[in-house]
């Protein structure tokens, strides 16, 4: 009997020490300054922990604003997602900024997603080289205010009916300084912090909610500092041009291919 025994326990010790990861769309929380910020970190089927995974920051527009930290994934990168899981070979995070009367990524909820980034490379053994960021309409100011003063940590940026500029919010009813308010011009002092960064840009000629003019004199300030930049002006009479950017797999192969030298 004792031999009996101590051989199913060589059966079974293999698997007990076997490790089971969580895979789809995770719930997690990072505390900021004594504050909870929920998100969302999606997690591809195939993932292993003896890969060095890229990791991709997705910030939500004006609407989701919150903190149940579910609403940020109803749309954009998430839908995305679950309609072509084969493109994002990569860790997936969804912050969400809490509603508090600030203009969101520029305080407390940039600074909860770059812990949430923190977080991520360290649970799901993120490479640091390839940290990519993107946004959506609020999401894009996020993205070039975050992006302008942690330019360090990103690979490429990905930015989507965005501004730089002072705004106000057309749902939010926020009112967003420029991403640098003390320069003569945000776009040029925006320009000059990402310049080192492969970018991407995109906004529809009739945005009726973030003037198309933000996203051109972003790019034209790129363009002047020799940033590695493209910009595609899409025709639609729509805020919304994350959906058919974000449904574009050249998208996602291109930016993938990005690596910090």
Request: hydrophobic share 45%.
């Amino acid at each position: 009997m004792n031999r009996v025994f101590a051989f199913l326990l060589m059966l079974v010790a293999p698997l007990s020490g076997a490790q089971t990861s969580e895979t789809g769309f995770l719930n997690r929380s990072v505390t900021v300054e004594g504050t909870e910020f929920r998100y969302v970190v999606y997690v591809p089927r195939d993932f292993n922990r003896a890969t060095a995974w890229p990791i991709l920051v997705a910030l939500h527009g004006g609407g989701e604003y919150g903190d149940d930290g579910i609403k940020q994934t109803a749309g954009g990168v998430a839908t995305a997602i679950r309609l072509h899981p084969e493109r994002f070979p990569a860790i997936v995070i969804f912050p969400q900024a809490h509603a508090d009367h600030t203009p969101g990524w520029q305080q407390k909820g940039g600074e909860a997603a770059l812990a949430a980034v923190d977080k991520a490379i360290a649970e799901f053994h993120g490479d640091p080289a390839r940290v990519y960021l993107t946004g959506l309409s609020a999401g894009g100011n996020g993205t070039w205010y975050i992006a302008s003063h942690h330019a360090e940590r990103f690979a490429a940026l990905l930015v989507v009916s965005g501004f730089a500029g002072q705004f106000k919010g057309k749902q939010s009813g926020l009112d967003y300084p420029p991403v640098f308010p003390e320069a003569p011009d945000p776009y040029a002092a925006v320009a000059k912090k990402v310049a080192g960064l492969p970018t991407w840009i995109f906004h529809n000629d009739g945005d009726p909610n973030v003037p198309v003019d933000e996203s051109r004199r972003m790019f034209s300030a790129l363009k002047a500092v020799g940033a590695n930049v493209q910009y595609i002006e899409l025709h639609a009479d729509q805020h919304d041009a994350w959906t058919a950017v974000y449904a574009r797999a050249d998208v996602w192969a291109w930016l993938f291919q990005q690596k910090k030298p």
